[in-house]
């Protein structure tokens, strides 16, 4: 089933105000999961490392073509630019890698981070809300199953990078600068609004963002020192696999 654009803004804003939701009530959800916050983070961590590696990183790969057309008159046809969009990929990386090198540096003496470190984190996740919602717009015209599939993974994912943020913040994480968040997302959605993203410049941002999740899922989400729970990632990662696999070989997955 596939969307016409004007329907998939409405489908994104709805998704958006999701978003926004689980922003601000994630320490509330957090509190009557069924199950403990460790085996929920790393069920979203499965599901999130799944979306990268079976759907993100094949599409990555696709869209390097796109981007090598556009840059066609000006770089050679060379193994060169086979990677362009594996180095912007790297660089979300790197870049929430320095922001959390930052925090765990700075928390190091079992107090919270300084108020620098939390403006940049909370301006970096509202970004990465921000991507989530913009790139959700296009994902809608290619078909709704992609869309739905995306959502769900990023839902769980922001949960578990929110607990993430509050552990690191327990005091200045409130009510108020969780707004910014929420604001991340509906800007992403406006944004949308206001200019539709081209193919070149969506693949670039997925690229970014697909950095970034990678980032969070190994660091933040698996790590020992989390309490990370095998049975649950291998869950998470084996139920959206399958789900991923339906998508691709029905041909509901071709966005």
């Given at each position: 089933?596939?969307l016409?654009?004007?329907?998939?803004?409405?489908?994104?804003?709805?998704?958006?105000?999701?978003?926004?939701?689980?922003?601000?009530?994630?320490?509330?959800?957090?509190r009557?999961?069924?199950?403990?916050?460790?085996?929920?983070?790393?069920?979203?961590?499965?599901i999130?490392?799944?979306?990268?590696?079976?759907?993100?990183?094949?599409?990555?790969?696709?869209?390097?073509?796109a981007?090598?057309?556009?840059?066609?008159?000006?770089?050679d046809?060379?193994?060169?630019?086979?990677?362009?969009?594996?180095?912007?990929?790297?660089?979300g990386?790197?870049?929430?890698?320095?922001?959390?090198?930052?925090?765990?540096?700075?928390?190091g003496?079992?107090?919270?981070?300084?108020?620098?470190?939390?403006?940049f984190?909370?301006?970096?996740?509202?970004?990465?809300?921000?991507?989530?919602?913009?790139?959700?717009a296009?994902?809608?015209?290619?078909?709704?199953?992609?869309?739905?599939?995306?959502?769900?993974?990023?839902?769980?994912h922001v949960?578990?990078?929110?607990?993430?943020?509050?552990?690191?913040?327990?005091?200045?994480?409130?009510?108020?600068?969780?707004?910014?968040l929420?604001?991340?997302a509906?800007?992403?959605w406006?944004?949308?609004?206001?200019?539709?993203?081209?193919?070149?410049?969506?693949?670039?941002l997925?690229?970014?963002?697909?950095?970034?999740?990678?980032?969070?899922?190994?660091?933040?989400?698996?790590?020992?020192?989390?309490?990370?729970?095998?049975?649950?990632?291998?869950a998470?990662?084996?139920?959206?696999?399958?789900?991923?696999?339906?998508?691709?070989?029905?041909?509901?997955?071709?966005?």
């Amino acid at each position: 089933m596939t969307l016409t654009p004007a329907g998939s803004l409405w489908a994104t804003l709805v998704m958006a105000c999701v978003l926004g939701a689980l922003h601000l009530l994630a320490p509330y959800i957090r509190r009557r999961l069924p199950v403990p916050t460790h085996a929920a983070a790393s069920l979203g961590g499965g599901i999130a490392a799944a979306y990268v590696f079976l759907y993100l990183l094949p599409r990555l790969a696709e869209g390097n073509e796109a981007v090598a057309h556009v840059l066609e008159e000006k770089v050679d046809a060379t193994p060169a630019r086979g990677f362009i969009l594996f180095f912007v990929a790297l660089v979300g990386f790197f870049t929430f890698y320095v922001l959390e090198r930052a925090t765990h540096r700075s928390d190091g003496h079992k107090q919270e981070p300084t108020r620098v470190v939390f403006v940049f984190q909370l301006g970096f996740f509202a970004l990465y809300s921000g991507l989530i919602t913009y790139t959700l717009a296009t994902k809608l015209h290619a078909g709704l199953g992609p869309a739905v599939l995306f959502a769900v993974a990023m839902g769980l994912h922001v949960l578990a990078t929110d607990g993430v943020l509050a552990q690191h913040f327990p005091i200045s994480l409130t009510t108020r600068w969780r707004l910014v968040l929420v604001a991340g997302a509906g800007t992403g959605w406006l944004t949308a609004v206001v200019a539709q993203p081209t193919g070149v410049l969506m693949n670039l941002l997925t690229a970014f963002l697909g950095g970034g999740i990678l980032l969070n899922v190994f660091v933040d989400e698996l790590t020992p020192q989390r309490h990370s729970s095998l049975t649950w990632f291998t869950a998470g990662l084996a139920a959206y696999s399958g789900l991923l696999a339906i998508a691709t070989f029905t041909g509901t997955g071709a966005a």
